[in-house]
């Protein structure tokens, strides 16, 4: 059933879709009044989407529940907060945060709060969550931090395997199937074309992977170089492609609809998130945090619940045995 959730997220067949209410392309989206304006979108369950596709079980994964979409605005910063800080920032406009929970090429491994505690903890106060996977990085990748993370010879087998991380690190943190995972590739330069195709080579094997062992493969990147290179393959008609986009323009203000890289029925309904401004510091509950702004309109992860998690592990009843323990 993932499969076909990630057809239609992708949008690549919804011409002249109209933007959604909710997160309009001004200063700023409104703000929640009572918590984050979250939704589970039966429109969107993969059991009703499309059941006579033979691929629409990959991985053996029998009935994924429905996806999780947020509307509204979001943050996102290097390395989790803690919980205080958390419970301080429930005063501010945000109603979901981006957690860099896996991949090689993090900017900030270490990670010390979020362990699966902190996803129930944060879960239960009323934030949703945005997983970031920061892998290897394509190999013209302009920022020089990230070049020791250059995708290797094998970029199908080297996608593949990275995903499969990608999906235990999440079940690990107790992130169930049907949550999106969104790869970060930080920007590069799709100009070189020997680049370009390894780069997306690498990235729709991870795309596979991820949507075969049931999750939402998302995508992080910069709007004039992988998300300009991602939207090129989507129109060129390249199967495989990521089915929530998110891209990163710092204009300072949110744009979801209104990119101009993007056609306007690619990535919709419910799959864009706009990084509007980065680098900015903002203070809540007495709490300071360094932070990148986003306003979006799709999906969140979705948290087993605690109790049902048992030991830290997603809900091995519904995952393929590629990725149980």
């Not at 300071?288 to 997603?314: C, L």
């Not at 995952?319 to 149980?324: E, G, I």
Request: charge should be neutral.
């Amino acid at each position: 059933m993932i499969a076909a959730v990630v057809a239609a997220l992708a949008g690549a067949a919804l011409a002249g879709a109209p933007a959604p209410a909710g997160v309009p392309d001004r200063a700023a989206p409104a703000a929640p009044a009572a918590g984050p304006l979250a939704r589970d979108t039966a429109s969107l369950d993969p059991a009703s989407l499309d059941p006579g596709d033979p691929s629409s079980a990959p991985g053996g994964v029998a009935a994924a529940p429905a996806l999780v979409h947020y509307v509204g605005q979001a943050f996102d910063t290097c390395e989790a907060p803690s919980l205080d800080v958390m419970r301080a920032w429930r005063s501010s406009p945000y109603g979901a945060v981006g957690i860099y929970f896996g991949g090689r090429g993090r900017g900030c491994p270490t990670q010390r709060e979020l362990t699966p505690a902190w996803v129930t903890s944060v879960d239960a106060m009323g934030w949703r969550l945005l997983p970031l996977f920061v892998g290897s990085q394509a190999p013209c990748v302009y920022a020089a931090a990230k070049r020791p993370f250059a995708i290797g010879s094998s970029p199908v087998s080297q996608g593949t395997r990275e995903g499969g991380d990608a999906v235990r690190a999440a079940q690990a943190l107790g992130l169930d199937v049907s949550s999106p995972l969104y790869l970060d590739i930080e920007a590069y330069d799709p100009g070189d074309a020997g680049c370009a195709a390894t780069t997306l080579s690498f990235v729709r094997a991870w795309n596979r992977e991820v949507t075969r062992l049931g999750y939402v493969p998302g995508y992080y990147s910069s709007a004039d170089t992988g998300v300009q290179h991602i939207e090129a393959a989507r129109r060129a008609g390249t199967k495989d492609l990521p089915a929530v986009m998110w891209f990163a323009r710092w204009l300072g203000r949110p744009a979801l609809y209104t990119e101009s890289v993007l056609q306007p029925e690619a990535w919709t309904p419910h799959a864009r998130i706009h990084q509007y401004a980065g680098n900015v510091s903002e203070t809540y509950g007495g709490r300071r945090v360094a932070i990148d702004r986003n306003a979006m309109d799709a999906p969140v992860a979705r948290v087993v619940p605690a109790a049902v998690r048992g030991g830290g592990t997603a809900d091995e009843a519904r995952l393929p045995d590629a990725v149980r323990p």
